[in-house]
């Protein structure tokens, strides 16, 4: 069964950091692209950054550049986001997904098949 489980979430102060990490225990990592979405209330979710796992290619949103960084482990079957510099406008609900191989990974969540429940992020200001 193919499964996605986020973890990593919680509270953090403007500045601060988190590591969100996606386990896909059933998966085999190099065959799939990984993306991670977030939504905030009353807003349309938004694709945060995903890594084409057969060439680590990875691709951010604009609003991430420069504070995330998407990696994977491929052995363990995880992929991460650590997310530094955190503003209020960081504060939404995570989700990790995962989709076919593309030669270059997109934001777009119609590509992801695959969907985790999700782990809370809070900045405060």
């Known amino acids: 069964q193919l499964q996605v489980v986020e973890s990593g979430g919680g509270l953090v102060q403007t500045g601060g950091s988190l590591l969100l990490s996606c386990a896909v225990p059933?998966?085999?990592?190099?065959?799939?692209?990984i993306a991670w979405f977030r939504q905030a209330p009353g807003k349309e979710r938004e694709g945060v950054s995903c890594?084409?796992?057969?060439?680590?290619?990875?691709s951010y949103a604009d609003s991430v550049k420069g504070r995330f960084t998407i990696s994977r482990d491929s052995v363990k079957k995880m992929v991460f986001l650590q997310m530094d510099n955190l503003r209020p406008e960081d504060t939404g609900h995570y989700r990790c997904?995962?989709?076919?191989?593309?030669?270059?990974?997109?934001?777009?969540?119609?590509?992801?098949?695959?969907w985790g429940r999700g782990t809370q992020v809070t900045v405060s200001s």
């Open positions: 997904a995962a989709g076919r191989l593309m030669s270059k990974c997109v934001l777009q969540s119609y590509e992801y098949v695959y």
């Open positions: 059933g998966f085999t990592l190099d065959y799939f692209a």
């Open positions: 890594i084409n796992n057969s060439n680590d290619s990875a």
